[in-house]
């Protein structure tokens, strides 16, 4: 395998993403690469991935590697050279069986995650689930404890402009098969036109499908300067101290943010804010709801989210995989429904029209004297 293409590189892959081109080569620093994150890079269209990190440690079987492999995107492991300090961006190297060269000199050597190998590695991976299981409950455990004050309504929720009350509220998270559950819900934003809250990169999931979101919910660390020009109403997820980085950055877009200072995930703020507000139904697209979720995005437990979800589930529906219900291939049996239906009315309008019944006595008649019968 011969690769020759300008790098970029980051050790934040979030942050790598904005910069990249199609054909760049992807240089990140990312243990357990995620699924979101793998989701990304492959819509960047790059020519190859280059992980200073583990691409699966082997803690969880993570899926992003799997993604990108399944992209037909190279991705190589590389963990004893320090590319970040031998190359800037826009560097030309080549990557000329597992070495990396620049100037035809060698300055590290990859290893190839093939398909077989990331499906072997994510096997020994899924062998450990059930001792990372055990870690995952005992801190969500612990953390409910803290953060008991979401379910028991502790939690200061600012007034805003938008109007909730008696609406349904749409959540998109930038999350699992967003893309995917969206296109299948449109129907659905067009005819209900909910409430419209893009948790960060949400909001950006929401401009892609041609929605403006009414609220952008986050810490503003995800979302592009685009959307929150565009966005309605922004509020700004703090620290439970009140520290609050991301209104730096809305400050310096000389935009006006709410600050809500609160444990737990910007998704949980976002669905107590609906809920705090009176929606009449709360409806959540790319949500985390599971341990590997929560394991990607980094966070030991996800004792937030159990809670939040007791307090406002009986309003809330998770449209998470649910363009997998309408997933269907056109068969031949359709295909022979439609042609009946299609042909019983012009049987029907045969018999019944006496021009045509005229005109196929005629076709008969002759075909009978061309064949002497």
């Known amino acids: 395998m011969e690769i020759k293409a300008p790098v970029k590189l980051d050790k934040k892959t979030k ?17 357990d690469l995620d699924e979101v994150a793998a989701n990304s890079l492959v819509d960047k269209k790059i020519s190859a991935v280059i992980n200073c990190g583990k691409s699966i440690s082997g803690r969880y079987p993570n ?25 800037e961006d826009g560097n030309i190297i080549e990557i000329i069986d597992e070495k ?42 612990d953390y409910a404890n803290k953060e008991k004050g979401f379910i028991l309504g502790n939690l200061k929720i600012p007034t805003i402009s938008t109007q909730i009350k008696g609406k349904h509220v749409l959540v998109v998270v930038r999350g699992q ?20 809250i893009g948790v960060d990169g949400g909001g950006d999931a929401l401009l892609e499908f041609g929605f403006t979101p009414h609220i952008i919910v986050g810490d503003m660390d ?17 620290y439970p101290d009140g520290r609050a980085p991301g209104m730096d950055r809305i400050k310096s877009l000389g935009l006006d943010g709410i600050s809500l200072p609160a444990p737990g995930t910007s998704e949980d703020i976002a669905m107590l804010l609906a ?45 998470r995989g649910v363009n997998e219900l309408y997933k269907s291939s056109i068969k031949s049996k ?40």
């Open 15 to 31: 942050d790598l993403i904005k910069r990249l081109d199609p054909g760049d080569i992807a240089i990140i620093d990312h243990d």
């Open 100 to 141: 990396i060269l620049v100037k035809n000199e060698l300055i590290g050597e990859v290893e190839l995650l093939s398909k077989d190998k990331i499906e072997k590695l994510s096997k020994l991976a899924e062998e450990n689930i059930d001792i990372e299981l055990e870690k995952f409950i005992k801190n969500t455990l």
């Open 63 to 87: 899926l992003g590697p799997g993604i990108i492999s399944k992209a037909n995107i190279p991705i190589f492991d590389i963990d004893k050279y320090d590319l970040f300090n031998k190359l």
């Open 275 to 319: 809920y705090d507000k009176g929606a009449d139904l709360i409806v959540a697209v790319g949500t985390h709801s599971n341990m590997i979720d929560f394991l990607e995005k980094g966070r030991k437990g996800m004792a937030s989210t159990f809670l939040v979800r007791m307090k406002v589930g009986s309003k809330l529906i998770d449209a």
């Open 177 to 196: 098969n967003y893309r995917e559950d969206l296109s299948t819900i449109i129907s659905y934003i067009n005819e209900v036109n909910p409430i419209l």
């Open 222 to 238: 995800s979302v592009s300067d685009k959307c929150l020009k565009k966005c309605k109403e922004i509020i700004v997820h703090a």
């Open 334 to 373: 359709h295909i022979l429904g439609l042609i009946i239906a299609g042909v019983i009315p012009i049987i029907i309008i045969m018999l019944i029209s006496n021009p045509i019944r005229n005109l196929l006595k005629l076709i008969n008649i002759r075909l009978r004297m061309i064949f002497g019968l």
